[in-house]
């Protein structure tokens, strides 16, 4: 077992900044990859970022490319989401999910997930 916890959430105004964490305990050996996925009221969840604990690599969708960084800290077991210039339409509940696959992109492809953390954009 996995067990994640997402922490960092949320008010904050369009344009402005934060950082989400998530810090994972438990069996963490067989995860190869870490994500964070949102989801709006309304909406489905989707995939937001993804890295692999191993060298780095990372995987965004479009919409955040240039906007959001996904980073770990190995030694803390620890994954992060650095949230620059935010749009209302960032709006909704962010989870961390771990995966034994290399940066899957569908949650389907995730064994662990947290709890979520509210994240809101106002404009």
């Known amino acids: 077992q996995v067990q994640l916890v997402e922490s960092g959430g949320g008010l904050v105004q369009a344009g402005g900044s934060l950082r989400l964490s998530c810090a994972a305990s438990g069996r963490t050996f067989g995860s190869d990859s870490m994500a964070w996925f949102r989801q709006a009221p309304g909406k489905e969840r989707e995939f937001v970022a993804a890295i692999r604990w191993s060298g780095g690599s990372t995987s965004y969708r479009d919409s955040v490319k240039g906007r959001f960084t996904i980073s770990r800290d190995n030694a803390k077991n620890t994954v992060y989401l650095q949230m620059n210039s935010l749009k209302p339409e960032d709006t909704g509940v962010y989870y961390c999910?771990?995966?034994?696959?290399?940066?899957?992109?569908?949650?389907?492809?995730?064994?662990?997930w947290g709890q979520g953390t509210q994240v809101t954009v106002s404009s």
């Open positions: 999910a771990s995966s034994g696959r290399w940066l899957p992109t569908r949650e389907e492809e995730y064994e662990y």
